[in-house]
T-cell receptor
């Protein structure tokens, strides 16, 4: 158990809908990262928040947005969903803003299925 | 930007040794990480090399050559439970995100 909690574990929805994925980082970690993993694909970096502020942006679509709240939990909002958005969405956390040891702690992921 | 290349699949038998290679291109290099992911599960951190050479942690070792932009993960005394996907990763230029390769699926058979 990494200490990172993600909800929901599974989500099935229809095209055009909007969903929110939630992540609670490990106790004491200020950084939260979101990754998308599609079938047979690697982990695609989406976005990084540190202590409530956006720090880095990857290949995140305009239909997607995220935020980190004062209690450090984060939410990833996916809107106007398309079939291709079906994927595993992982949240990860680290203590510092910079990854000095290359180590992230990943949650178990949220599996999104868009029908 | 960053790009990483690793083989898509590797197969081996129990008790054998397997090496998973990773070559990378990045505009600013800090170090090379390795992660293990069992089918659909959470990726877990295995190792991080910032300097050239071999780092050993039990049955797993990781090597880095900064001059060759190359590293590998060495798994010894393979067990069935080692069947998983293995990802190499580097930091982005600002050091604020890990960029992963597409992963290598290791299948261990008896």
């Amino acid at each position: 158990d990494s200490g990172v909690t993600q909800t929901p574990k599974h989500l099935i929805t229809a095209t055009g809908q909007r969903v929110t994925l939630r992540c609670s980082p490990r106790s004491g970690d200020l950084s939260v990262y979101w990754y998308q993993q599609s079938l047979d694909q690697g982990l695609q970096f989406l976005i990084h928040y540190y202590n409530g502020e956006e720090r880095a942006k990857g290949n995140i679509l305009e239909r997607f947005s995220a935020q980190q709240f004062p209690d450090l939990h984060s939410e990833l909002n996916l809107s106007s969903l398309e079939l291709g958005d079906s994927a595993l969405y992982f949240c990860a956390s680290s203590e510092t803003q910079g990854l000095l040891t290359g180590e992230l702690f990943f949650g178990e992921g949220s599996r999104l299925t868009v029908l | 930007g960053q790009s990483l290349e690793q083989p898509s699949e590797v197969t081996a038998v129990e008790g054998a040794i397997v090496q998973i290679n990773c070559t990378y291109q990045t505009s600013g290099f800090y170090g090379l990480s390795w992660y293990q992911q069992h089918d659909g599960g959470a990726p877990t951190f295995l190792s991080y090399n910032a300097l050239d050479g071999l780092e050993e942690t039990g049955r797993f070792s990781s090597f880095l050559s900064r001059s060759d932009s190359y590293g590998y993960l060495l798994l010894q005394e393979l067990q069935m439970k080692d069947s998983a996907s293995y990802f190499c990763a580097v930091l982005n230029q600002a050091g604020t995100a890990l960029i992963f390769g597409k992963g290598t699926t290791l299948s261990v058979s008896s």
